[in-house]
């Protein structure tokens, strides 16, 4: 990946990120998890290289890992309503949708 499709990629992430936030309805970037994370990676570390070799540093607003695994899980999973039921594994707590039908098995 060459360095501007990873701007572009991550100019899309974070977009994607905003537009949420403020409630428009633009469409989701449509990358591979990998295509977004490779492409946030490459730009940290462009700016991490840059600010140690000639002085200047570029500046990039990087998408973070979550908003990325969140948008990734967003365009496609399916959505579950219902309530929340709390799972911790000791490290921490996730909390998940119980997806509910109207069928009753007997």
Same mark, same amino acid.
């Not at 537009?19 to 490459?42: C, K, Q, W």
């Not at 200047?56 to 973070?64: C, N, P, Q, Y």
């Given at each position: 990946? $060459?360095?501007? +499709? %990873? !701007?572009?990629?991550?100019?899309?992430?974070?977009?994607?990120?905003?537009?949420?936030?403020?409630?428009?309805?633009?469409?989701?970037?449509?990358?591979s998890l990998t295509e977004m994370i490779?492409?946030?990676?490459?730009?940290?570390?462009? $700016?991490?290289? +840059? %600010? !140690?070799?000639?002085?200047?540093?570029?500046?990039?607003?990087?998408?973070?890992?979550?908003?990325?695994?969140g948008l990734y899980a967003f365009k496609?999973?399916?959505?579950?309503?219902?309530?929340?039921?709390?799972?911790?594994?000791?490290?921490?707590?996730?909390?998940?949708?119980?997806?509910?039908?109207?069928?009753?098995?007997?």
């Amino acid at each position: 990946m $060459d360095i501007e +499709q %990873a !701007e572009k990629i991550n100019s899309e992430v974070v977009r994607a990120g905003l537009n949420h936030v403020f409630g428009t309805d633009a469409p989701l970037p449509d990358y591979s998890l990998t295509e977004m994370i490779e492409a946030r990676n490459l730009l940290k570390n462009l $700016d991490d290289v +840059q %600010a !140690e070799g000639s002085g200047t540093k570029s500046f990039h607003t990087l998408a973070d890992d979550r908003l990325i695994a969140g948008l990734y899980a967003f365009k496609h999973y399916e959505h579950c309503v219902g309530e929340p039921i709390a799972v911790s594994n000791g490290l921490g707590i996730v909390v998940l949708p119980v997806k509910r039908t109207e069928e009753v098995q007997s």
